[in-house]
């Protein structure tokens, strides 16, 4: 009786430490694939009792913890916010794939949302000289402010603008790509029109990798910005 008593205690602790493993093997490969599809974002803020809340371009606010943190998030662009005792501030962060990102919360600086108008565009004006209209070149601007909203510069090379002049009264299909740097990240950018009212810009690291962003914009209404810059009299 005590023997099987003693091989039955035996197969329990054999199976708890079966379970053990696999769980422990399960949350370590979990844990690399995670790593491999995400950026990590380290978070600082002087309070431990702040609540944590992170939102993206197309998702609602969610609450990931107090104080500072550390968050894998995948790529993309995200709004951190830290609320404590009625203060509240934001910062706006890039995430790229397996690198970290610092963002500082700081209830002593007032809270910014970027927009199109802070970051200085270089290069737009050799799409408007390749023929294409002020309110395509503005879709254009738009899709690639949404792409990387912290950046403080974003310019075209214009020397890989290769498209034959057309006529911007013509309205006729193009598709023309691009080099563009996102401060020093260089990405290769696809714009297409086919007469219609869509711009569609897509993003990548090169014509044959998964792109980063995909977007159309209507540029129906779209109020172009004066992209030339005069020469002083």
Do not use: C
């Not at 023997?3 to 399960?26: D, E, G, K, M």
């Not at 503005?138 to 020397?159: C, G, M, Q």
């Not at 080099?179 to 029109?193: C, R």
């Amino acid at each position: 009786m005590d023997n099987r008593r003693s091989n039955t205690t035996l197969n329990l602790i054999i199976v708890a430490l079966l379970l053990a493993t696999a769980w422990f093997v399960y949350a370590s490969v979990r844990d690399i694939l995670d790593s491999r599809r995400t950026g990590l974002v380290d978070i600082s803020i002087k309070s431990d009792t702040a609540i944590i809340t992170i939102s993206g371009a197309k998702t609602g606010a969610a609450i990931v913890g107090t104080g500072p943190s550390k968050v894998r998030l995948i790529p993309g662009d995200y709004l951190i916010t830290g609320t404590d005792s009625g203060k509240k501030a934001s910062v706006a962060v890039h995430v790229d794939l397996q690198k970290t990102t610092q963002a500082v919360i700081d209830f002593n600086q007032p809270s910014v949302v970027p927009i199109p108008d802070e970051v200085k565009f270089s290069g737009l004006d050799a799409l408007i000289a390749n023929g294409l209209s002020a309110q395509q070149t503005e879709a254009v601007r738009l899709v690639l402010f949404d792409y990387r909203k912290h950046a403080k510069e974003i310019t075209i090379n214009t020397s890989t603008v290769n498209f034959p002049p057309r006529n911007p009264d013509v309205d006729t299909g193009f598709k023309l790509s691009f080099i563009t740097l996102f401060d020093k990240t260089a990405k290769l950018v696809t714009a297409e029109y086919d007469v219609g009212p869509k711009v569609t810009v897509t993003i990548a690291d090169s014509s044959s990798a998964k792109p980063d962003l995909k977007e159309s914009m209507d540029i129906t209404n779209l109020v172009p910005t004066d992209f030339v810059v005069k020469e002083p009299k």
